[in-house]
């Protein structure tokens, strides 16, 4: 059963609820563990944890390091939320993929290879593969707001979201294909080179560059025919 944050349709309520995401997130993905989370079981002092990089953490969480578990997800649990509702415009969906994935390190905590990839790379590319799997589910009710999230597009992206016009891009953005929204959220939200997020979607970066070049002709075409001119940057060949 999953435990969920309660959040509601309004835009402070969704903004309160992804302020508090990481807490209520780590608490209940270590319930269902089955598992209280360990105050402080590391040899390393906690000082020495919040300075660990994500691998030194991965290495700790490997040997069973319930506390370094935790803050492994504090440390990445608003940027995989961020993404999710970006993607799914669903809070409760995006609850579930990014405690599906941190529950995912947990159970295979044995199998990470340090250096091998970012384990932020890692975690966009699950949270966007499970995004692209519920999107091609039966879809529920959509929430009419986007969240705001930063970025380094911070004031043109909160620019738009403020505007009468942020719901139109909302639902010209659900008019795309999935590698198409998922390639644009990575890009404009995230801001993630197109070499990263091809390693994100594994793919190649000319398919991304393809894939961002249709998705903004798309947006394009659609936000004209509803007679606005939303974000140039967003929608620019």
Not at 13 to 38: G, Q, R, Y
Not at 183 to 188: D, F, N, P, W
Request: proline share 3%.
């Amino acid at each position: 059963m999953k435990c969920s944050v309660g959040t509601a349709a309004g835009g402070e309520n969704l903004n309160m609820a992804f302020a508090t995401a990481t807490s209520e997130l780590a608490k209940c993905t270590a319930m269902e563990m089955n598992k209280p989370v360990a105050r402080d079981r590391a040899k390393k002092t906690e000082r020495d944890m919040q300075a660990a990089s994500d691998d030194e953490l991965l290495h700790l969480i490997g040997s069973g390091d319930e506390a370094a578990f935790r803050l492994l997800v504090e440390r990445h649990v608003d940027r995989g939320y961020a993404v999710a509702v970006r993607i799914l415009r669903s809070p409760a969906d995006a609850e579930d993929v990014v405690q599906d994935a941190f529950l995912q390190v947990w159970t295979r905590r044995g199998e990470w290879q340090p250096g091998k990839a970012k384990f932020s790379t890692w975690l966009y590319r699950v949270v966007t593969n499970r995004c692209i799997d519920m999107l091609r589910k039966p879809k529920v009710e959509a929430m009419d707001v986007l969240p705001e999230v930063a970025d380094e597009h911070y004031d043109q992206m909160q620019s738009l979201l403020r505007d009468e016009a942020s719901a139109e891009l909302a639902v010209a953005m659900e008019r795309l294909p999935e590698p198409q929204r998922v390639a644009l959220v990575l890009s404009y939200t995230e801001a993630l080179s197109n070499a990263e997020i091809a390693e994100v979607m594994e793919t190649t970066v000319f398919a991304v560059e393809s894939l961002l070049k249709r998705g903004r002709q798309k947006l394009k075409h659609i936000l004209r025919n509803s007679g606005r001119d939303v974000l140039t940057t967003f929608t620019k060949d």
